[in-house]
């Protein structure tokens, strides 16, 4: 079948780095896919598309309203009719959805989180089939957006590297590396994060020598997370890296990951964390609720962030072992749970149920 992968956006970002390989496991399944964004942003998903060999369509080199990016997409559709739109993520759904009305084709739905827009809701009747990232954006999908069970598919976005190279173990002694990777955004809590940091410190001088927070990203918050630094007075503690594509290499050089955002879905950063042998620390959210399990992966930042990060501090000052430990689990986990041919039978399970509701095509 033809596919128009339709995104809204090759901005850096879990979703956008998970399109390779979507991309090649439904080429590799006998179907033909064309990536099409609405509009560029920062473009941190090319240097993977390329990497792939993957081309890609933008319709716009910058934010445009519904109507233009509409007509400009239907212009594609007049050469290159699919016989499927594959959205992903919600101004990507709300195109998709309107264009599939007007060409009366079949509409998939991506969901990469467990939140939603007003209008992703209203309209969600209009996508044929639903596709969470996670079990816990499917959970989401049938619970808050009162999809039914049988309009909603699974695709874990995270495939485990047995090759990954693996951390060396915290000797106990040396600065405990703890980082993250993420868009400079709030939905990720980082200005939390510098302020809870901020006040341990403040409270506990004897860490100040002993901690180093390395945040990997970019996005809008910058300067607010620039001036929290020198706010909570940790020049030197914690740095904002900005954006790399050697996300491997920076976390086998930590010794703890941490993810404290509001909310997530499959958090592929987190997950590739784990398949080095990093212990985490996250929010209990999206799919993160899952794979962080308190006492065996990682410790989980319930409640108040600086009481929760104080608590796990404590914890791995007192036991430095602890680490290597939760370390060897989570990666244990991963590769259970996130084989390549899990990530491949996902893809193949939902082309067979959307063909089971389909009607023929015609030639």
């Not at 997409?73 to 309107?98: E, K, M």
């Not at 020598?209 to 929290?228: A, R, S, V, Y």
């Not at 036991?319 to 749970?337: C, F, M, W």
Request: glycine share 6%; net charge neutral; with cysteine.
């Amino acid at each position: 079948m033809k596919i128009h992968y339709l995104v809204t956006s090759l901005e850096t970002g879990g979703t956008g780095f998970a399109i390779p390989a979507i991309v090649r496991t439904l080429q590799k399944l006998g179907h033909d896919v064309s990536i099409i964004a609405c509009e560029p942003r920062d473009l941190g998903s090319v240097p993977r598309l390329t990497a792939a060999g993957l081309s890609y369509t933008l319709l716009s080199s910058k934010r445009r309203l519904l109507p233009l990016i509409l007509t400009k997409y239907l212009a594609v559709c007049r050469t290159d009719r699919p016989d499927i739109i594959w959205t992903s993520l919600s101004f990507a759904n709300l195109v998709g959805q309107c264009a599939a009305k007007i060409l009366r084709v079949p509409v998939i739905s991506f969901k990469h989180s467990a939140s939603v827009k007003g209008y992703t809701y209203r309209l969600r009747n209009l996508s044929d089939l639903w596709v969470g990232d996670s079990q816990s954006v499917v959970d989401f999908i049938q619970e808050k957006m009162h999809i039914s069970s049988d309009k909603v598919m699974p695709w874990p976005l995270f495939q485990c590297d047995e090759n990954a190279p693996r951390i060396l173990p915290w000797d106990g002694q040396s600065r405990l590396k703890i980082g993250s990777v993420g868009r400079l955004h709030e939905v990720k809590q980082y200005a939390q994060l510098i302020d809870a940091l901020g006040s341990i410190l403040n409270k506990s001088e004897h860490f100040r020598t002993k901690l180093q927070l390395t945040i990997l990203g970019n996005g809008p918050d910058q300067k607010l997370l620039e001036d929290k630094i020198v706010e909570n007075n940790l020049q030197g503690i914690v740095e904002l890296a900005g954006f790399s594509d050697n996300v491997q290499d920076f976390l086998a050089g930590l010794h703890v990951y941490i993810q404290p955002s509001r909310y997530e879905g499959m958090c592929l950063a987190l997950h590739e964390a784990m398949n080095v042998g990093l212990p985490v620390m996250a929010t209990p959210v999206g799919e993160m609720r899952n794979a962080v399990q308190k006492g065996k992966t990682g410790f989980t930042l319930s409640g108040d962030i600086e009481h929760a990060l104080t608590s796990a501090l404590d914890q791995i000052f007192s036991d430095p072992s602890i680490l290597e430990t939760y370390g060897n689990q989570a990666r244990e986990y991963v590769l259970h749970k996130y084989s390549q041919q899990q990530f491949v039978n996902a893809a193949e399970r939902i082309m067979a149920k959307f063909s089971e509701t389909q009607p023929p095509i015609a030639d």
